[in-house]
């Protein structure tokens, strides 16, 4: 406990590291997914197919792997995040980081595409039905009839997307990101003898309030617009 | 598409148009293709001595011993960890008892809220990291506690996904709170979980790869190892990666088959769900 005390600046911007990872890749994954969910459910075969290939394909690799692509497999493609050098008061988002979301976002994409899919299937077809029979365009009975459907019916299974997507953060520690969990290993590694426990809980801890503090967010959210299907 | 929420059945303009974006679509997909291949070629990721490893016997029987078997190894042991911690701790979250009840929701949501690399961390500490097998059990210990709190929270959802007459036909023949639960709700209970429990089993065989950061052995260990003598990174990646991949489509084979068996092509239970931080309170509905 004292150790995590004594270096709590490391610690909270450990967490700040955490917290920006998930944000920006949690940005990136609703608009990658929306883009996939839009080729998976769309009317040309060849773009599904894709879809429904890249989907199946990230769904079943460990994310190690993933992270592992962008840090060896993609610098050969042309893809690294060498341009990226920006720094926002003490915090420097660099190549590391780049590929921390690429991998992140790409990652979490395949399962946002699911968790939307699921929320368009759950909208019945006599709803759509009962837009056009009432004359609405193509555009309306998407903007006014199913999409706000659908988003509401998806909304739980985003929720535990993206929650998963925050205690994925941890494994960018793995290549080198200094967030949370690569903190505590190296706390570990300088007061491990005595202070465990204290680290680990402490550590535990910051990761459940952010779990915490957006699950309660989403459930709110998810009160407000239930809809009965 | 006629049968999409989204779509009407398309006129003949409309199939036509339609013909068109698909050769478009099916280009930019070969173009990326192309584009992969092309890079992948330039930097000689498909000489053939970097792919000779692969169908040398010696190195393929050191990856699926060393490599898939420790791996296996560590998923099994996980899995069954789990499935026991997640009986006891879901049978404890339904009970009438607060003093029983209370303590294994606390453990459930602490152990669902934390990151399983962290987890890992810390168990390979506590364990000692001299000791030989200690990165082994430190991935399996973090994957039960992990798994098995999502399992009490399937087992719960499972239960209670059970129709409610059932319950209350069992009291009403007499029978005892606990020969309700052991005779008439668990074993539908288990049929309704089976397909939820071989997804789990897919999140802990996915999760083994987090052990390269613990030094753990199984498939990621072999993969560091085998592209330090041949330098061949991106090769040992696509092949451990089809690996992993191979073998988690069996197990969703496996799932859906079990699913259709047992349950019906609408599942009570979505495991997407019982991820969701509000402990599966959702499950059973409409969706």
Redesign the interface.
């Known amino acids: 406990m004292q150790a995590v005390l004594d270096n709590f600046d490391a610690y909270l911007k450990a967490f700040g590291y955490t917290f920006a990872l998930f944000l920006v890749s949690g940005f990136l994954s609703l608009v990658l997914g929306t883009l996939l969910v839009a080729m998976r459910v769309g009317p040309i075969a060849v773009l599904r197919t894709a879809a429904s290939v890249y989907v199946t394909v990230v769904r079943n690799t460990p994310l190690v792997i993933v992270f592992g692509f962008f840090s060896f497999a993609a610098p050969p493609l042309g893809i690294n995040f060498k341009w990226l050098d920006v720094s926002i008061g003490g915090y420097d988002f660099t190549t590391l980081f780049g590929a921390a979301v690429a991998s992140l976002s790409l990652y979490t994409s395949a399962f946002v595409c699911e968790a939307l899919r699921s929320g368009i299937n759950a909208v019945p077809l006599g709803q759509a039905e009962a837009a056009r029979a009432i004359g609405l365009p193509f555009g309306g009975v998407m903007r006014q009839v199913v999409l706000p459907l659908a988003f509401r019916a998806s909304l739980p299974p985003l929720a535990s997307v993206q929650i998963a997507l925050i205690k994925n953060t941890s494994v960018a520690a793995v290549f080198g990101v200094a967030e949370a969990t690569y903190d505590m290993r190296s706390l570990l590694n300088d007061f491990g003898a005595t202070q465990k426990f204290g680290i680990f809980v402490c550590f535990a801890i910051g990761y459940i309030v952010i779990v915490e503090v957006f699950s309660f967010i989403s459930y709110r959210l998810e009160r407000r617009w239930r809809v009965a299907l | 598409?006629s049968?999409?929420?989204?779509?009407?059945a398309?006129g003949p303009r409309t199939v036509r148009r339609?013909r068109l974006?698909?050769v478009l679509?099916?280009l930019a997909?070969l173009g990326v293709l192309a584009?992969?291949i092309k890079?992948?070629y330039?930097?000689g990721?498909f000489e053939g001595d970097k792919w000779e490893v692969f169908v040398t016997p010696d190195y393929v029987r050191v990856i699926i011993v060393d490599g898939l078997l420790n791996t296996l190894k560590m998923a099994g042991a996980a899995v069954i960890g789990a499935c026991v911690l997640g009986f006891l701790l879901g049978v404890a979250k339904l009970s009438d008892h607060r003093l029983v009840r209370w303590p294994a929701w606390l453990v459930v949501e602490?152990f669902r809220?934390?990151?399983?690399?962290?987890l890992m961390?810390?168990t390979w500490?506590?364990l000692g990291i001299n000791n030989n097998g200690s990165s082994f059990w430190a991935v399996v210990i973090a994957l039960t506690l992990y798994n098995g709190a999502v399992l009490a929270e399937v087992l719960r959802a499972g239960v209670n996904a059970v129709p409610k007459g059932q319950r209350e036909a069992g009291y009403a023949i007499g029978m005892r709170k606990t020969q309700v639960m052991n005779i008439v709700l668990m074993p539908q209970a288990v049929k309704i979980m089976l397909p939820a429990i071989i997804s789990q089993c897919?999140v802990a065989l996915?999760?083994?790869?987090?052990g390269?950061?613990v030094l753990a052995p199984g498939l990621?260990r072999i993969y560091k190892q085998i592209f330090l003598e041949f330098d061949n990174?991106?090769p040992t990646?696509i092949v451990?990666?089809s690996i992993?991949?191979i073998i988690?489509?069996l197990l969703?084979a496996l799932a859906t088959w079990l699913q259709h068996k047992l349950v019906g092509r609408k599942s009570p239970l979505?495991v997407?769900?019982i991820?969701?931080?509000?402990g599966g309170e959702?499950t059973g509905g409409?969706?």
């Open positions: 598409m049968d999409s929420v989204l779509f009407d398309p339609h974006y698909g679509g099916l997909v584009f992969v890079r992948f330039d930097a990721v602490f809220a934390v990151p399983v690399l962290l961390v810390f500490f506590a897919i996915k999760d083994t790869a987090l390269q950061y990621t990174r991106v990646m451990i990666a992993y991949i988690n489509l969703t979505d997407t769900r991820g969701n931080m509000q959702n409409t969706i």
